[in-house]
């Protein structure tokens, strides 16, 4: 049975995770679609994705009937996911940076409480998603919100393994992991099928 003191930490947990749940659908999904596809990254991304989904096509991105070797394939991945769920559109084009733009939240308040405590998680979740080029990043058309997400998982990952709660440097091999090694290794493939070798 849980003591009152579990409890309390239960509910605060949930406390944070729906007012990031809240900051999250305000910054990122509010209107998503509302605004046509600008610049000239989304409507190609959003072609691209398109057209491959058209042909049948989830190996070779192709866009205006020419091979575009510019991105990895990642971006059109999630797209052409969305799009088979919720039809082709502006707001398709973008859920997958704003669903990852989302787990960064998440995976940022996670590296906060197990660094410093669950206060300092929340504001560093609250702080991210509020931020404006992050912002705009998670609710653009564009790799960027992606990469950010695979990288944030992989340095979670070696918070985790490296850390106890509260900061202190945890005792052990944690290192040497072959489950550490392989999903931090993972997610830093997925940043290369991202944005190639940025990643």
């Known amino acids: 049975m849980e003591s009152p003191t579990q409890r309390s930490a ?3 947990t949930w406390q944070h995770l729906l007012v990031l749940s809240l900051v999250v659908f305000a910054s990122f999904f509010f209107r998503l679609g509302a605004v046509r596809l600008w610049d000239r990254d989304e409507p190609r991304n959003a072609g691209c994705a398109l057209e491959m989904l058209e042909r049948g096509n989830w190996v070779v991105p192709i866009f205006n009937d020419q091979l575009r070797h510019q991105k990895p394939a990642m971006t059109y991945w999630l797209m052409m996911l969305a799009y088979t769920l919720f039809g082709p559109s502006e707001f398709s084009a973008r859920f997958g940076s704003a669903l990852l733009g989302g787990g960064t939240v998440f995976l ?9 405590d669950r206060t300092t998680g929340l504001w560093a979740g ?5 931020s404006l080029m992050f912002s705009v990043a998670a609710r653009a058309a564009t790799p960027d919100s992606i990469l950010i997400f695979w990288f944030t998982a992989a340095f979670a990952i070696f918070v985790f393994a490296a850390f106890e709660n509260g900061g202190r440097i945890r005792e052990g091999t944690a290192f040497s992991s072959w489950r550490f090694a392989v999903s931090f290794y993972c997610l830093l493939g997925l940043a290369v099928l991202t944005k190639g070798l940025v990643g």
């Open 108 to 116: 940022t308040y996670a590296i906060g409480r197990r660094l410093f």
């Open 10 to 12: 239960l509910g605060s």
């Open 126 to 130: 609250v702080i991210l998603a509020t």
